[in-house]
């Protein structure tokens, strides 16, 4: 999209946005079809032409999850989307998050706080009331933007849930805000998926949608013309353009799907291996993502079914959203047992949020914050209890290792209070909070309830030096923003942008 001759593009933008709001939602033909990726292209490529642009999601379900500055929590990302934009995370933009504690049941979180727990019938009946809270968030984004970029969840294809819904077209049309498809084509048959969706939507919601995009695409673009002509004519939809695989994404945190296979490791270099065991309500997983992108560490998902590693260096429990369930999830799995050998062979090991309170003697929950209220046996490798309860804590943090001065900034996001003589030898010093977590006697067990450890350069490094590796340095978060900047590049060049500004009302003749 260019300015009209003579006028910078922020003077533009300004004299248009006088007239109007823009707003353009990115709905997809499944999950994981690549929609929070694109968002965040978006967000970037339109912040970089000068607009002020926001991201929302009215409804997400997912236990990856953010910390926001006045104290709530979103999806992560949408964290990620809000720094595409360089502006910080609030609440409004994902008013409603669902963090699945069961095969049924979910935590509910409205407007960043938690609200109660709820099984999917009962959720069913909240959505009335809840797309007036969405709507208000959102209306509340348009205010302060130029640009509010809004991502769907799942399908408006599954036309079962279209009654109530707020994540999709239901929302699309309350706040009149058009829509561009996505379609994933590594996944195949997306001429199917993009037409199917028109065949089986409502008229109303089909009318809504004012292109397609295709993503995903390897090999030669040429090779597919035909095709997106044949969607085209089959749906009546514009074409807006076709991404390519984008490589730069492997980058970024993920949200939904837990990365099994990390990078390949350099013939010679990776020095150190790190096995995660992959917890059935498994949460902010993406913690491990500076790691696991260092070159000298082979850091790996363990899936249900297989055993911890026996050559690890390190295993992390990871932290989740259901933890005494999860604990019960471990044991069945066999996992106690590898990391006691672990332990017995002399490695380390280091627990994060509920996968510290695992590490302690016990974990209780009298109220029955997770479940039937009970109380479990832990790992015993920490000399620490865990007593869950409702208050929940969130909150940034900033801090340093205990046993140097490497600098650490995250978050913590958990309930449950952990007491023990095994704090008197912290893992972490916060600033204005004071000793953090646990270590043991020996030094090789470690835990604490700080999320994003390893984003900063200082604290990796330090880590790193104590399992034995050199870490190749620099901070995370600025890797990430790289990574945005070349996603948004790759966007502009594959994508109808004047046609997208156009629809999404930020573009004007």
Request: glycine letters at 12%.
């Amino acid at each position: 999209m260019r300015a009209p001759m003579g006028r910078s593009w922020s003077l533009w933008a300004a004299v248009a946005i006088e007239r109007t709001q823009g707003a353009l939602m990115l709905q997809g033909c499944g999950s994981d079809v690549g929609k929070s990726v694109l968002t965040a292209g978006l967000c970037r490529l339109f912040a970089n032409r000068g607009l002020t642009v926001r991201p929302f999601k009215p409804q997400n379900m997912s236990n990856n999850a953010a910390v926001t500055a006045d104290g709530g929590e979103i999806g992560r990302a949408q964290a990620l989307q809000a720094l595409a934009c360089r502006t910080a995370p609030t609440a409004d933009m994902n008013p409603v998050l669902l963090k699945p504690q069961s095969d049924t049941g979910a935590q509910l979180v409205v407007r960043g706080r938690m609200v109660g727990t709820r099984v999917a019938r009962d959720f069913q009946g909240d959505k009335a009331a809840l797309l007036a809270v969405v709507l208000e968030s959102y209306r509340r984004l348009a205010k302060e933007s130029d640009l509010v970029l809004v991502e769907g969840a799942g399908s408006p294809a599954e036309v079962n849930l279209r009654a109530g819904d707020i994540a999709n077209m239901g929302f699309a049309l309350a706040a009149k805000v058009p829509v561009a498809l996505v379609g994933d084509i590594d996944r195949g048959h997306v001429i199917a998926a993009l037409a199917g969706a028109k065949a089986v939507l409502d008229p109303a919601d089909a009318a809504a949608i004012r292109g397609f995009i295709i993503n995903k695409f390897r090999g030669d673009p040429a090779l597919f013309d035909d095709g997106r002509t044949a969607i085209t004519a089959h749906t009546g939809w514009p074409d807006l353009g076709m991404v390519p695989w984008l490589a730069a994404a492997a980058r970024l945190p993920a949200e939904d799907a837990v990365v099994l296979q990390g990078p390949a490791a350099i013939a010679g270099q990776a020095r150190v291996r790190i096995a995660v065991p992959m917890l059935s309500r498994i949460a902010n997983f993406d913690d491990f993502d500076p790691l696991r992108l260092e070159p000298a560490v082979d850091l790996k998902f363990t899936p249900p079914g297989q055993a911890l590693p026996g050559d690890a260096d390190l295993i992390i429990l990871p932290g989740s959203k259901a933890t005494l369930a999860d604990l019960a999830f471990l044991r069945a799995q066999g996992w106690d047992i590898d990391l006691a050998a672990h332990v017995r062979r002399g490695g380390k090991v280091l627990g994060v949020c509920g996968g510290y309170q695992m590490l302690g003697r016990l974990i209780a929950d009298p109220q029955g914050i997770e479940g039937p209220p009970g109380t479990a046996a832990g790992m015993g490798l920490l000399d620490v209890e865990t007593t869950l309860g409702a208050d929940k804590t969130l909150r940034p943090v900033q801090g340093r290792g205990a046993d140097g001065d490497a600098r650490l900034e995250g978050y913590e996001m958990h309930v449950g209070r952990t007491t023990g003589p095994g704090l008197r030898r912290p893992f972490l010093h916060l600033d204005g909070e004071g000793p953090h977590g646990a270590i043991s006697a020996d030094g090789r067990i470690m835990g604490g309830y700080v999320h994003g450890l390893f984003q900063a350069g200082a604290f990796r490094r330090a880590f790193m030096e104590w399992l034995g590796a050199q870490s190749a340095g620099g901070n995370h978060g600025t890797a990430v923003d790289h990574a945005l900047d070349e996603i948004a590049e790759g966007l502009e060049r594959a994508l109808d942008i004047p046609a997208i500004a156009r629809i999404a009302g930020v573009d004007r003749p």
